[in-house]
Every structure is written in C-alpha cells, then in structure tokens.
C-alpha cells in the first residue's frame, strides 16, 4: 500500500487514508496542534508524565511542536510500577533536554496501594496534585496524555454506571479559574486512539513503561476499550464522533453545576471539603 501523499510505503490507515512514517508524524502533530489551536493555548505548560505511552508521546509531540514546557511525574509508590514509570520518564525527560519534576504522595501521608479501590483515590489525588503543582508553580495549563480511546470508554463506563455527574473533566479542554486556584486542563492527544499514539512513540524511539499498574488488570474499563476499538474498526470515526457527543453532554451537565472552594485546603471543591482533603484525613 501507498502513502496518500507520497510514493512511499505505507505503515497505518487511518479512517480510510494510509501514511508512510514521515506523512503519520505529521498527521498525529496536526491533531495535536488542532486541539492547541482550537483553544488558543500558550505559555509555558507543565506536561504530567506517567511513564507511559501516551503522556511520553503527548510530551514529545508538544516538544516538537516548540512549546514551552515543564515536565513532572506523581510519584503513588504502586509496587513494580511507579519506580520503572520514574525511571522512564526520567530518561525521556534527559533525551528532550528537561529537567523532571517528582511529587511524592507520600509526602501528603497518602498510600494509594493499601486502599480498598485505589483506583478511585489515585485518581483524586492524581488530579489533585497535578492542579496544585500547576498553579503553586504560576503554569496557566496542566497537559496531560488522555487520549481518544481514553475519553470515549471513560464516558461508555459511566453510561454503564449510571455516573452522569463523572461526565465532568473528560472533554479536550477545562478552563482555568483563577478565583478556585483551577490551572486548565489540555489533553493534546484527544483526537488520536490508543494505537496511533503507540505508533508514534515507537517510530520516535521514545521511551515508554509498558508494565501496567498492578491495579489497572482487572478494570471493567478493558472490556469497554476493545468493545469501542472493534467498532471503530467497522465503522472507521465513530470513536471520534462519540467524543464530540460526550463532550456536548458535559458542557450540558456543566451548566447545572456549583463550584465551591474548599474549607480546608482552597482549592476547588464540589463539596465543602473536597475530595483530597477528606483523604487526607482518613
Ligand atoms: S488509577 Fe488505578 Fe491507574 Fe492509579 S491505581 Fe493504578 S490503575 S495508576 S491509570
Ligand atoms: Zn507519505
Ligand atoms: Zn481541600
């Protein structure tokens, strides 16, 4: 097969279009610079890394794209996980020429790992700690690696919950609000799946964890992904379609909701203590 836009061999075909390497670079740089574009985004941006594919690519491709930047990693301490996902975004951050920044969740007294569903804290916290470090740091956007695939099974799972109100926070782009001490949020990879982010992290050469958290295994949401990857695969763009819906869901939801600052901490709070705040203290 042919490059759509040169004579040389193809390596992918997205939604009916095939791409050598070079025309595929340029394509998941485009997608990343339409999501940048669409929301005006500038200035310096602190990039959360996992240590993972997509975060490392997500990081790589706004390196690329000659942005400013400022690496950081949450350390959970998830055994067999979290020192192999450092160590790689470490040497990722060293081949960009970046210094990466640690937090540690147990300097704030949390283990996530003895946790009854650590999935559900790490999350909070995870999101917590991005924000804070963001705006403690004067960074007017936090970017992380959510990408496609990522944004449609979360909204599929909690259609399939009944979580209406989890719908928040899964579109391409929250604004920051100064008053809640709230840095926006950018997922730079919102329109591109699972595997053309895996595709690019590997004609790079980047470096990746591709161990899983211990915890990530058994999550109802694997199911979901390949249920939603399958789909795709008959009906090329209706994962891209089912986000825009989501997106428009939230921004419905959104309307009806009340933000408050919490009484403990500052930050920004559905309740009066907010969710980090009441882990804290357990
Ligand atoms: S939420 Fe759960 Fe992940 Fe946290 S405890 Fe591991 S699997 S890392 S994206
Ligand atoms: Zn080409
Ligand atoms: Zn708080």
Not at 46 to 59: H, I, N, Q, T, W
Not at 69 to 88: A, R, T, V
Not at 174 to 186: H, P, T
Not at 211 to 235: D, G, R, Y
Request: charge should be positive.
């Amino acid at each position: 097969m042919e490059c759509k836009y040169c004579s040389r061999e193809a390596i992918e075909e997205i939604n009916g279009k095939a791409y050598c390497k070079e025309h595929f670079i340029k394509y998941f740089l485009g997608r990343v610079r339409s999501i940048i574009d669409k929301f005006g985004i500038s200035g310096e941006i602190a990039v959360a890394l996992s240590g993972g594919k997509d975060s490392a690519a997500c990081f790589h491709a706004l390196h690329s794209l000659n942005f400013d930047l400022q690496p950081f990693y949450i350390n959970l301490h998830i055994p067999g996980d979290s020192e192999i996902c450092q160590k790689k975004a470490e040497e990722l951050c060293s081949n960009l020429g970046y210094k990466l920044k640690i937090i540690d969740v147990e300097e704030y007294g949390i283990s996530i790992a003895n946790k009854k569903k650590p999935c559900s804290i790490c999350g909070t916290v995870k999101r917590y700690l991005m924000n804070k470090f963001a705006y403690e740091h004067g960074y007017k956007y936090v970017a992380t690696g959510h990408n496609l695939s990522d944004a449609v099974t979360f909204a599929l799972n909690n259609l399939a919950n009944v979580n209406m109100l989890n719908f928040r926070g899964n579109k391409p782009y929250l604004e920051g609000r100064e008053e809640y001490k709230m840095v926006a949020k950018v997922k730079p990879l919102y329109w591109l799946k699972d595997k053309e982010c895996m595709l690019y992290v590997i004609l790079n050469e980047i470096p990746f964890a591709d161990e899983e958290c211990l915890f990530a295994k058994n999550a109802p949401t694997i199911k979901i992904k390949e249920w939603v990857h399958s789909i795709e695969s008959e009906q090329p763009g209706i994962m891209a379609n089912m986000a825009k819906s989501f997106w428009k869901i939230e921004e419905m939801i959104e309307r009806d909701e009340k933000i408050n600052k919490c009484k403990k901490c500052g930050f920004a709070s559905y309740g009066s203590v907010c969710k980090f705040c009441k882990i804290r203290k357990r």
